[in-house]
């Protein structure tokens, strides 16, 4: 402690590290550091952005995928109700037990799938369009605002219509069942293209952000 106490080391520790030489190797030495610290940082921050890519493509991929899913399955149980109303009314081919055994399979189809579909929207789409999916409650309304709501309304009318071929019903009761079928059938078609067309929409405004 003396030693450092004394003046005459002070003045050489002073006149050190005032020389440039000094100077220079200290400055050398820090900004190595500096530069090994900011090589690590960016390094670390495009690690986590190709992450932040890549979870976000992923994502992006997903509610493609799903949405394309949902409109295949849609569409075979829409295309199937149609084939039913095209037979009872005698337009169509096949015969009607048949033809509603062929479209019940996308109906058991929609069913065992709809929770798992509506949890997927949430996750990778918009959790509004999960509510629009449907719910068993809005399958009770009579005015039904979601898709599986108006599934169901068009299934019911459209087997109205199956049952009234079946029982070889008069023909104005035949006329109404297949108008109110058929008006029920139009308005789900409408309804599964504004749902498709709001989630294609909700997954290129979130990408817009990202």
Known sequence: MSLLASKPFQKRFGRL????????????????????????????????????????????RE???????????????????????????????????????????????????????????????????AEALGSWEDAQATDPRTIHGRFFQA?????????CARNRCAGETKATALQQAQQAVNGLGLAIQRFVETCTASIHEHASWS
């Open 63 to 129: 509610a493609l995928e799903l949405v394309d899913e949902l409109s295949d399955i849609m569409s075979r149980r829409f295309f199937g109700l149609n084939r039913v109303m095209w037979v009872a009314k005698g337009t169509g081919t096949g015969t009607l037990e048949e033809t509603w055994a062929t479209y019940y399979e996308s109906v058991e189809e929609w069913n065992t799938k709809i929770m798992s579909y509506q949890g997927r929207l949430a996750r990778f789409v918009d959790p509004d369009m």
């Open 155 to 163: 299934h019911e009318r459209v087997r109205v219509l199956v049952d």
């Open 17 to 60: 590290f005032s020389h440039p030489i000094s100077l220079l190797a200290i400055a050398t030495v820090f900004a190595t550091l500096a530069g090994v610290w900011l090589t690590n940082y960016y390094q670390e921050q495009a690690w986590v952005r190709e992450k932040q890519f890549e979870t976000f493509r992923q994502g992006y």
